[in-house]
Each structure stands twice: as structure tokens, then as C-alpha cells.
């Protein structure tokens, strides 16, 4: 039993100093990235009218967009969500320490409660944020959650992704992108997808919308 405790408490200060080394260095890359452009009309619009929104992107993009969320509108609040294994745990404190709030839940563990929170979240007037192909994958393909929470919270999703001009590219199973320090970087947002329930289309409809507007910007290369 002492063993037992022991090891917890070791686990748990292990996982604290890889959250806070991870966040350093996150918080380094960031600071020292130059953003050459911002091609976010469609989130400022939303945002100027007193409006929140769900973002949505690609699992591989997320190391930069919870840091330039906080500096480009550091007074609005957004919420990520991240799975409940070990790992998103970590994840969701990195991000906590930059400034932006986490609810835990996914398609395997947790889901019901990580949506709920989100739900409660948007209408408490804040935005989400999920990575629709996260936690574990496929790459590339949307799953539900997203549309659901649209449609029941009759939000519009924005997609959103970055691109970096120097990078490593990790061999995780979304191939994760790390920027280069001093690298330059370009913000850009999609057009707002609408969940109607009233049109009659169903959730494979709005999953291909989703993905092609995500490869959309996925491909676009900003000079």
C-alpha cells in the first residue's frame, strides 16, 4: 500500500515536470514565431458582433492555435477539448498555463461529460475549440461530436488552421507539426459552417463540408 501511494506520487510529479518543460518550450517556440499575416475575417466578424463560435482543426495543427488565440483576443475566452488519458491530461494543463481554459472527454472515454461541459461552455457565452479527427485518429476524418454540439448549440463552426514556414514534422499518427523557432507563421480561417437541423441532411453531409473546408486550408500556401 505504501509502494502503491509512492508511485503515484512519483507518476505525478514525473507528469508535472514534463507539463511544465512542455509548456516552457511551447511557450518559447510561440513568442518567438513572427505572424506574417492574419486571415481571420470570418472569426473577427463573429467576434466583433459579441458572438462565440466552435473552432474546429486538424489534430496536427494544434500546437500554435491555443497561444495565438490568447494574444490575438486575450479578453475572450475559449475552451479545448482533450481526451482523459494521461497524455491529454498534460496536454490540457500546457494549455491551461498559456491562458486557455480545458474540458476532458472523447469518443471512448468520457465523451458524454467532456460535451456537456462544452455545451454549458457555449452557452455561457464562451467559444470551443475540438479537433475533430482527435483524440487517436484516423487523421483526417471528421467524427460527430463536432456536428452535434453545432447543431444542439446552434453555433457556427469555424475552421481554422495555421501554416508555418519551417517545421518539424513528428511520425506520430497525425504527423504532428512543431514549428521552427523564428519561423514565420499565417493565421487562417475558413468560411462559418451552419448546422441546420431543418434542412434534412444528415451528419455524413456536414462531415464532408467539414473536412473539405479543413483540406482546404490545409493546402492553401499563403506568400
Known amino acids: 500500500m505504501i509502494k502503491l501511494k509512492l508511485q503515484r506520487k512519483l507518476l505525478k510529479f514525473k507528469d ?18 513572427r505572424v506574417n499575416s492574419y486571415f481571420d475575417e470570418s472569426l473577427f466578424k463573429y467576434y466583433k458582433d459579441g458572438k462565440n463560435v466552435i473552432f474546429a482543426f486538424w489534430h496536427r495543427r494544434l500546437f500554435y492555435l491555443a497561444y495565438y488565440h490568447k494574444k490575438r483576443f486575450p479578453e475572450k475566452r475559449v475552451c479545448v477539448l482533450v481526451s482523459k488519458s494521461r497524455d491529454g491530461t498534460m496536454v490540457g494543463k500546457v494549455v491551461k498555463k498559456i491562458g486557455v481554459d480545458y474540458v476532458q472527454g472523447s469518443t471512448s472515454r468520457g465523451g ?34 463536432v456536428i452535434s454540439l453545432a447543431r444542439i448549440s446552434k453555433k457556427p463552426i469555424i475552421p ?59 493546402d492553401m500556401r499563403i506568400q
Not at 173 to 181: E, G, N, S, Y
Open 16 to 33: 508535472y515536470l514534463i507539463t511544465t518543460l512542455a509548456y516552457y518550450i511551447v511557450y518559447f517556440i510561440c513568442r518567438t514565431l
Open 112 to 145: 458524454a461529460a467532456g460535451f456537456k461541459q462544452l455545451l454549458q461552455i457555449l452557452q455561457e457565452g464562451a467559444s470551443a475549440a475540438i479537433t475533430p479527427d482527435g483524440p487517436r485518429g484516423p487523421r483526417g476524418v471528421v467524427q460527430k461530436g
Open 160 to 218: 481554422i488552421c495555421y501554416h508555418v514556414n519551417r517545421f518539424f514534422m513528428l511520425k506520430s499518427w497525425d504527423k504532428f507539426i512543431i514549428p521552427i523557432p523564428f519561423s514565420k507563421v499565417d493565421i487562417i480561417t475558413g468560411n462559418p459552417i451552419i448546422i441546420e437541423s431543418s434542412t434534412g441532411h444528415d451528419d455524413s453531409f456536414y462531415e464532408r463540408i467539414i473536412k473539405d473546408e479543413l483540406d482546404r486550408l490545409e
